[in-house]
């Protein structure tokens, strides 16, 4: 069969130090009643509203959210932006806050109850009418949701995290600006520069793998590589910040046409499970998923498998003749470094292991990992991470 792909992406982004002084006339022509969802601390406030009132717009209606966006989230935003007869809602903050939008937007429009459309607890119907348009500025590096088309919502009674989803649900317009995470603290940026690196590489040897996301990929591993260190240690440093921000870009561009893998596969659900950070659960369970990885390609013989673990150690560690278990060092001793906790923090302990592994091989994340891998590989991996990365282990896998 010859090449065939797809790529989507949000209508138009907008990138660049500054640019946040061009959002209000990017809202102006999608209209002019608009509902702003962001962090429960508004601290964007008093650079955005003389930006909408220079424009004419009005602020019609808040929604705040606190943290995982859940189902009352989105039906209470969408109950908002009918009510003041909302014309485009604008998603300001952390990825919570721009998913939160993105299902704002769409349930606004639609007939019927949330979970007509979501999946999993849902009924997965697509969605009925076109959604609001939708502008997205993340103030955080690292889950790239301004350039998905779904929104990933907490049932909190179900304890699991769901994604609502359509194409018609991409943003508008993707607006990044990196001066907006300067203010980000250094464990902040740590797990969300974490979750950024994981959807580098799982994309990039995703069984949906294609060129378009393998060039952006490329793009956005040595900017990690090179920058996340620097931002946690240094937050003021622009041009870090600035990488970070175009390497989360990047990755999100990547996991959206490409998908994911096991690291996400497992996060949707522990995250869901426990109270635990998404780029933390991420990072903690990265090195171990690639090394299972690379252990299974290759006693399958999967040589592409490999080549590209050795490509992505290459672009990690600037090493011509990096093997493909130094990229999964790279990250081991990067994880340690960073001092990610434990899964055990969040409250999970090995009598959860089975539960998890069970419910994962139904996660759609693990549809692309690279390699079937065994119940005992998974269970290993979580294992593993229940204790936590320690400075110096597991240095021998460099081979």
Not at 88 to 98: C, D, P, Q, R
């Amino acid at each position: 069969m010859g090449l065939a792909f797809e790529f989507a992406t949000a209508g138009r982004i907008v990138f660049g130090s500054g640019s946040r002084r061009g959002l209000g006339e990017i809202v102006a022509g999608l209209g002019r009643r608009v509902l702003v969802v962001g962090g429960a601390g508004r601290r964007h406030d008093s650079w955005l509203d003389p930006l909408l009132a220079e424009q004419g717009l009005i602020r019609a209606a808040d929604i705040a959210v606190a943290g995982e966006p859940t189902l009352a989230d989105a039906r209470a935003g969408a109950a908002a932006a009918r009510e003041h007869r909302c014309e485009v809602v604008l998603g300001l903050g952390g990825g919570s806050a721009v998913d939160a939008a993105k299902a704002i937007a769409a349930l606004a429009t639609q007939p019927g109850d949330l979970l007509d459309y979501l999946e999993v607890i849902g009924r997965g119907r697509p969605l009925a009418a076109e959604p609001l348009p939708c502008v997205a500025v993340p103030t955080t590096a690292g889950t790239g949701s301004e350039v998905t088309k779904n929104a990933v919502l907490a049932g909190l009674e179900q304890r699991v995290k769901v994604s609502l989803r359509s194409p018609a649900m991409l943003p508008r317009v993707a607006l990044i600006d990196p001066e907006l995470t300067l203010s980000l603290p250094p464990g902040i940026t740590a797990t969300t520069g974490l979750d950024a690196l994981a959807q580098l590489i799982e994309p990039f040897v995703s069984v949906k793998r294609q060129p378009l996301t393998d060039a952006v990929c490329r793009t956005g591993l040595p900017r990690v590589a090179e920058a996340l260190r620097t931002a946690c240690s240094d937050p003021t440093r622009l041009e870090a910040r600035e990488a970070m921000s175009l390497a989360s870009l990047c990755g999100g561009l990547a996991l959206a046409n490409a998908g994911l893998g096991a690291v996400h596969g497992f996060a949707g659900l522990i995250g869901g499970m426990f109270s635990a950070a998404h780029g933390a659960v991420c990072g903690i369970l990265l090195p171990g998923v690639m090394e299972a990885n690379i252990a299974a390609a290759r006693d399958r013989g999967d040589a592409e498998t490999l080549r590209r673990y050795a490509e992505v150690a290459r672009l990690l560690t600037a090493a011509a003749d990096a093997s493909p278990e130094a990229g999964a060092v790279w990250v081991r001793t990067l994880v340690a470094e960073l001092a990610v906790p434990p899964l055990a923090a969040c409250g999970m302990t090995p009598a959860d292991i089975a539960a998890v592994v069970a419910k994962s091989k139904q996660a759609s994340s693990m549809k692309g990992n690279p390699c079937p891998l065994a119940d005992e590989a998974l269970a290993s991996i979580l294992a593993e991470a229940l204790g936590g990365i320690r400075p110096g282990q597991r240095q021998d896998a460099a081979g």
